[in-house]
């Protein structure tokens, strides 16, 4: 049985924390910035946490499991 790769355009996008949690960037920032306000803009900048529902799926393709 060969080794299982990681699926590195996950990897890409996804930071494991020191707890095991996975985080991902958030959405809508690449462009047309003007529009948005500054608030959202502001917190677009933090990292959010993956749902529960999809950590099985993503820990997998990272090879976790």
């Known amino acids: 049985m ?3 790769k990681t699926h590195k355009g996950t990897a890409k996008r ?4 020191s707890t095991g949690k996975l ?3 958030k959405a ?3 462009h047309i910035m003007t529009k ?3 608030k959202f803009k502001r917190n677009a900048r933090q990292d959010g946490p ?3 529902a999809d950590t099985r799926m993503i820990n997998k393709k990272l090879g976790r499991g």
């Open 2 to 4: 060969p080794k299982m």
């Open 14 to 17: 996804v930071r494991v924390t």
């Open 23 to 25: 985080m991902r960037g």
């Open 28 to 30: 809508f920032t690449s």
């Open 36 to 38: 948005k306000s500054p």
């Open 50 to 52: 993956i749902s529960e």
